[in-house]
């Protein structure tokens, strides 16, 4: 039995930081009237008293803050009891910078995912040279790849800084740690897929969200599966083992074919010919698996 005199809708995108006297709610694409129901859900699962109940709709810039009172209709603490609310809005000093200050952190967020959704490049100089480098230790290439975003992407670097300004700022507006802010804040924290381009054309699929770092404020994190989709410079996916190898082609331009030939044999596919010709004349020219995709071929060309 809900013993709620004036039951309201629970929302799916209820999202709760702090406890039920001093609350920070998610409600994103919520109508005023939805966010007022919301903080009073919150409300009617507390204790009987007064509460302070904050409202953010990130998506449309909105703010609200409630004071819910919890009253029990017989009189008493029992939380469990019948009980009715009363509800204010209360009145927000500076509610206008906080609606711009989301709406500008809206507006630079979305600037940030377009750039990496028309994909990473990497410059000649990066540590992983090809995709198929990156494939042997995602891990490793996730950290790079991070710190090469954080800190050495000049299209990124003003953006994340903005986003993380920003942050900030509303945390303190609407007195709240950046953490709470980061919570709440569906499109920093839900992860996006984007691809990373290597010198030899290839590219490797990653995961990007954001996070707190304790000296740097809010940065792109990278999350790497563990056998990553990767594609060489014609757009094919590059085989991860003896059943994509089967009938397996690649030639030069493709990507790094030596890189290939050491990635397929740690992951126990034989490779032959690898050490056919080999000098400062002679560069691999064509590569060819068998049809059961235990075996490939590296064939060299030599000046």
Not at 52 to 81: E, F, L
Not at 159 to 170: C, G, K, N, P
Not at 249 to 255: E, M, R
Request: aromatic share 6%; hydrophobic share 40%; charged share 20%.
């Amino acid at each position: 039995m809900n013993k709620w005199l004036n039951p309201v809708i629970f929302l799916a995108g209820l999202f709760v930081i702090g406890n039920a006297n001093a609350t920070l709610i998610k409600c994103d694409n919520c109508t005023s009237v939805e966010m007022k129901r919301t903080a009073e859900e919150i409300a009617g699962r507390g204790a009987n008293g007064r509460h302070t109940i904050k409202v953010i709709n990130m998506p449309n810039s909105d703010y609200k803050v409630y004071q819910v009172d919890k009253v029990s209709s017989g009189g008493g603490r029992d939380p469990n009891a019948e009980y009715r609310l009363v509800t204010s809005e209360l009145a927000v000093p500076n509610i206008s910078e906080i609606k711009q200050n989301i709406t500008s952190l809206n507006s630079a967020i979305s600037d940030l995912r377009e750039v990496l959704k028309g994909n990473v490049v990497l410059p000649n100089t990066f540590v992983y040279r090809s995709a198929v480098e990156a494939m042997k230790d995602p891990g490793d290439f996730g950290n790079h790849l991070k710190d090469f975003l954080n800190s050495h992407h000049t299209g990124l670097q003003a953006i994340v800084f903005d986003v993380s300004a920003l942050t900030s700022a509303i945390a303190s507006n609407v007195s709240v740690s950046v953490g709470s802010m980061v919570s709440v804040t569906t499109s920093l924290t839900e992860g996006t897929q984007a691809a990373a381009f290597f010198a030899d054309g290839s590219s490797i699929v990653f995961q990007y969200n954001f996070v707190i770092d304790a000296s740097k404020g809010i940065i792109i994190n990278i999350t790497m599966s563990a056998s990553p989709e990767a594609r060489d410079s014609t757009s094919r996916l590059i085989p991860k083992n003896s059943f994509g190898t089967r009938n397996y082609t690649a030639k030069k331009g493709d990507l790094d074919l030596k890189a290939l030939a050491d990635y397929l044999g740690s992951i126990g596919i034989r490779i032959t010919g690898h050490n056919q010709g080999e000098g400062a004349s002679c560069l691999p020219d064509k590569f060819a698996c068998s049809s059961d995709g235990k075996v490939c071929q590296v064939t060299y060309r030599c000046n």
